[in-house]
């Protein structure tokens, strides 16, 4: 299929995406909400998703997408573990404060 | 014939690895017939194996099962060496050792440790058959170990009595002196030869080592390896003490293995020992001595298994004296009565202390001939082969070694120690009979008479009476003797000398109680009760100044550095937990660090 | 076109920003949706159609259905946000943003100067994507499905009533 080129300047493509990792970050260090860290978490992940599909878009190839197609996977298998701690941890906490769960340490 | 050879310590060894692994799932019946059957299995194996080599000329056989190791030039391998010596001592083994396996199973019947009891005695026959058939000094060396750690477990048996362990403790510390002296030995034969292959080293030496005084360290090296597993001078501390453990086990130790070891060492290295005529005197007079010792102990002792302990040690004695005097397969020949005798007084003697609740005390015991008449029986007959009356096999065989010693040497101190000894050991024979079975009833007796407990003894009995008619098959292992003029005189005083231990004794029991009663409390006989101050000695001139040594030393130098190692881990340990503190936001900011990090690295 | 990328990309961000400072978790959860959505046409402009079309099913579609399904369950009511207001004060963020500040920075550094090629930029469909998966990249395929039972039986496991185990203290 013929293409145009990309749409913008590669590095601009990367720069939002370190953004939006940083912004993933950030809400994984700040908030003590278990469910709040989860979405954080996937913001960081759609973040590394977002460098490969535009690699692959650079590139022309197909490896990109199937690097997303394989993080997809990972997050949901990583969301469905999580939610399965979430509520177990609200079982035994009726809290989702991650802070309490301190007993590892040293 | 050979090619089964390796299953004779092969059962025992491999029935006492099930045992000790599983025995504590399995019944009890399952047990005895594994423990028992396994041993008595080795000696129909033993017995086959003798008849073949018997009917096949009495030619030694090598068989080389499987190499072990091979490293630096030395090369060691599994591998069984079978001639006369070998044969008379599995058959001694097997024989005695299926016969105590049998008195065993009613002796310890209902101890929780059954399982393990059978273990340990099948590993020990199994460690002691590896040792006399043994091609190599290195797995000689194995069996030799392999026979003092199971003497260690079996002394200390009842583990939860501190004593026991304490005996278990003495007898392994002592006898590993021994170990080391026999160590020392086989390395200089590996320095020398670069082989441990019996056989060789043995050529080899009597070609090599004529003019040198290699044959003289080896023999005396060798000689305390002996002494240490044999209970002689000056290392006999232990064997009164191991007492300690069931009395089976007292007739295993005393009658089949373990301190028979020794003598069998020596008998097998003849060859270095006979480069070394010093080291013989040396032999003939360690034994000498330690007989007269021993004898002179078991007259005044209250224990009735350490009289027995202390007659084993005197005539172990009379085996080293003849080993020294050269009188070889006398000294063998000794060995088998011995064992066939000092195994039925030793199991008659169990059979009184379970009828008796567990006394041992001979001060407690008498008047038992009308309420224990087997037990009566078989000790007359085990006292009378220890006394070396006629007709019974200790006669015959301590004889034999008095007669070739003064053929080969004379009226040496030794001999003359020794044909005293003989007195002796007539006369203590004779108290602990009388001891046990005349004068009044003290404790009141339950008899037990089990088959399991009476067929071996009756067996024994036998053999005691009638085993001097087995034949030996020595006749290519050691040379022939010169035959040699002994004066009648001397022929009758060997005769003569237990009749006269007996005859002072019977008169010392009808007339002499007050010289007895002062006697027993005379400092001499307090010495000689407590085995000559020995232990005293020992305890004064090596374990005291250990102690106190320990006790200066208790924070112990050497150990500082390696505190202080310990000590700066603690340190870091203490500082690095901090870091550990479960906060998970904590440690994701710790992985935000460390990449804000790598890549200041790659950007600067 | 480019216009229309840069105001999704900037939506984007400023609907991650909201997810992560949001107070009321459903509200978070939308926000989310958002930012995912803008990120599916942002693949599609840069030629990933199938990407794109993955990005909403599957992740603004299921596994944010997920979360909203485990949020109900959880029923956490007002209080909740509350309490999230109360742990977002201001203090907590200067070494969190510090530390973000200074890893968009680096990133930044390392990045910009990159300008890579992109010269043989093509559109991928989906067929060339199917391909690539199930030829070359099958084993990961296996070993993604293999992934994917694993969590399946994780969280079958760990949301099992407590039958056995002793209560811990709270």
Redesign the interface.
Known sequence: MESPGLVIPVEHGLLFAAVLFCIGLAGVLTRRNLLFVLMSLELMLNAVAFVFVLAGAVHGNADGQVMFVLILTLAAAEVAIALALVVQLYRRRRSLDIDSLDGMRG | MTAWMGWIPALPLFSSLVLLLLGGRMSARLVTLLGVGSVLGAALLSALLIAGFVSAGSTAVSVMLQPWFSSAGLTIAFGFYFDGLSAVMIGVITGVGSLIHLYSAAYMAGDEGYARFFGYLNLFVGAMLLLVLADDFLLLYLGWEGVGLCSFLLIGFWYREPANGYAARKAFVVTRIGDIALAAALLIMIQQFGTLHIQTVIERAQLEWVATDWPFWVALLLLGGAVGKSAQLPLQTWLPDAMAGPTPVSALIHAATMVTAGVYLIARTQGIFLLAPRIMELVALVGALTLFLAACSALVQHDLKRVLAYSTISQIGYMFFALGAGAFSAAIFHLMTHAFFKALLFLAAGQVILSLHHEQDLRRMGGLLHRLPFSALCFAIGCAALAALPLTSGFYSKDAILLQAYGLHGGSLAWWLALTGAGITALYSLRLFLKLFFGEVVTEPRPDMRPTLVVPLALLCLLALLGALIPQPLGAVFAPLAATEVPAAVHGAILIMPWLGLVTGALLWRYGRGLRQRWNDSALARGWRAGWGFDALYDGLLVRPLLLLARLNRKDLADQPVQFVAWLSGCAHAW??????????RY??GI??G??LV??V??L | MQLLFYLSALIALLAAWRVIRGVNAVHALLYLIVTLLAIALMFFMLGAPFAAALEVIIYAGAIMVLMVFVIMMLNQGDSAVGQERAWLSGRIWRGPALLCAVLLAQLGYLLLPAALASGDAAAVDAVAVGRALYGPYMLLVELASMLLLAALVGAWHLTRALKHRPREEG
Do not use: D, K, Y
Request: aromatic share 0%; net charge positive.
């Open positions: 690095l937990s901090i870091t550990q503190n479960g906060r998970l936001r994701a900011a935000a660090m990449a804000v890549l200041m790659v950007t």
